[in-house]
């Protein structure tokens, strides 16, 4: 994510995991951020869906 204003997330990484706007986090490096949300997908749980 670019930004002119924020000079400190410039050539960063963001990663978005809520539908705030800013609902996310910045990282260095792409794997940082990869890992990241990986963690925040293990917090969900999957829905089993009815077999029927």
Known sequence: MYSD???NTLGKFYVSYNDKPMGGQF?????EGLDFYADKLKEKKPIQWDKN
């Open 27 to 31: 990282f260095e490096t792409a794997k």
């Open 5 to 7: 204003e924020i000079p």
